[in-house]
């Protein structure tokens, strides 16, 4: 998600600082930008120089103190508690008091990252949608002490970037996850008790709903790790056993079968 991020940022004219732990992840994620650059310049939306250009306004880094000049962070690490946590914690040290902190997290509370930082009110969730240079959505989210001023900049923000930024308080999962995830859980226990196939469960959607992808299908876009993340926020957070992640959605991910990503999920790839 994080180059998707960097790749609508840097097409918008924003000068980006790409930050992760390993230099592999940064070569992998702007390995996937030029990849991605390429195909909208193929379908016209780009030239090839404002890929070009586009390209050079990322700047990779491994290094958190060379985040100290920017403006807006998008935070887009690990969906886990802990790993966030820290990171708001020691950026808020880095970037200028006046910055705002977004994350793009799936599921965890944005009032929760807000208070392990001194700038609650301009702390908030920005949830972009994979693949993110084609989806127009954004789900902005209000944590408890967001301020105006912080969600009218990142509504403005969003809009720059060409996407549709929708209004959401929040609240484990926030709208689009508190939805999707019982659907694609409850998909994975069709598998698991044999109710019919992936492909199967995946055409009754695609045919019977008109959904562009079935729920199996897109658990495995998205990554079967990143969907018992969000079912374990879920099923903690709103304490109701309807939440709780199929044991074979736990299985595959203890077996590295994390869909598209590791070569195997539903589907082979
Ligand atoms: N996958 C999706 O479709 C999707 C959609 C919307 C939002 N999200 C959210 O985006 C975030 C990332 O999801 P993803 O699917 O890209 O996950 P991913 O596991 O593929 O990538 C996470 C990246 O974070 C990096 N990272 C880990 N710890 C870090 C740290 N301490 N500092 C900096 N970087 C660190 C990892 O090296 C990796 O490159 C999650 O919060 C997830 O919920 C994912």
Request: proline share 7%; with cysteine; hydrophobic share 45%.
């Amino acid at each position: 998600m994080g180059n998707g991020i960097a790749h609508v940022f840097a097409r918008a004219g924003f000068p980006v600082l790409l930050y992760d732990i390993q230099q592999s992840f940064l070569d992998r994620g702007l390995a996937a930008i030029e990849k991605n650059l390429a195909r909208e310049v193929a379908k016209s939306k780009l030239t090839p120089a404002e890929s070009v250009v586009a390209l050079s306004r990322i700047i990779p880094t491994l290094d958190r103190e060379a985040l100290a000049p920017a403006t807006l962070l998008v935070e887009a690490a690990t969906e886990q508690f802990p790993i966030k946590s820290e990171l708001f914690r020691a950026l808020d040290k880095i970037l200028p008091e006046e910055a705002i902190l977004a994350s793009n997290t799936s599921s965890i509370s944005i009032t929760k990252l807000a208070a392990q930082t001194q700038r609650p009110d301009k702390v908030i969730g920005m949830h972009f949608f994979n693949p993110v240079p084609v989806m127009a959505l954004v789900e902005v989210i209000r944590g408890l002490q967001t301020s105006q001023d912080t969600y009218d900049r990142v509504h403005a923000l969003a809009l720059q970037l060409g996407k549709t930024p929708v209004e959401v308080n929040d609240a484990p999962g926030f709208v689009s996850n508190r939805v999707l995830m019982p659907m694609i859980n409850e998909a994975v226990f069709s598998v698991m008790e044999g109710v019919a196939t992936p492909a199967a469960i995946d055409q009754v959607f695609q045919l019977g709903m008109a959904h562009p992808m079935g729920p199996l299908a897109l658990a495995d876009f998205i990554g079967l790790d990143v969907c018992l993340d969000i079912l374990r926020v879920l099923h903690e957070g709103l304490g109701d056993p309807k939440y709780r992640p199929c044991p074979l959605l736990v299985r595959m991910v203890d077996a590295g079968w994390l869909g598209r990503k590791s070569g195997r999920g539903f589907y082979r790839y």
